[in-house]
């Protein structure tokens, strides 16, 4: 229901033509990560920090709450290139989120601490797919406002991760598993 207020504008966008590969997989993608939601294994805690909540809600709904905020921009890269980056995006959100399993939250919250498939390699392997995601719909429409909307809506992300890994830390079995599994999103980068 809480997309619901986007999905009629999405649609009529689609039936214009204005939404290709590139868009596609971010609304997928933000799509997949609100909808996963309603499946989610029960917490065995929640954290109660009211900015933590107020964070986590404009992340998750950032590109639904800007979606008509984008320019058609310029195309930075071949069509192929675009369409190849975001289906890569496609895929490495769909194994997070199999990897994930049930274990999925909307704010932080403690369950099963996931580290095999895509979280034995990076300890946020749901906001890669979402960031690569952004960087070919970047290139397809490049301008300085769709910029800025993508640098927010990544820089939200990181926030939300930071404050999912202070809250996590508290339990020695997370802590363990930060140090076992270094990066948070892109091996050997970030």
Known sequence: MAVAPFADQLLGAARAGRIGIAEATVIINYTLLV???????????????LFYWA????????GFLTVLLYEPGVRLAPEWVIDAISLLSLLVSAYARVSLGRSIGFVPAERAIVTTGA??????PVYTGLFVSLVGLHLSASSWRNLALDVIAIG?????TLAEERFLAQNPAYL????????RFFPGLA
């Open 35 to 49: 909808l996963t939601m309603v499946f989610r294994t029960p917490p065995v805690r929640v954290t109660r920090n």
């Open 55 to 62: 964070l986590t809600f404009t992340a998750s709904y950032w």
């Open 119 to 124: 979280y034995a390699v990076v300890r946020h």
């Open 156 to 160: 939200l992300f990181v926030a939300k």
């Open 176 to 183: 363990a598993y930060m140090r076992s599994v270094r990066w």
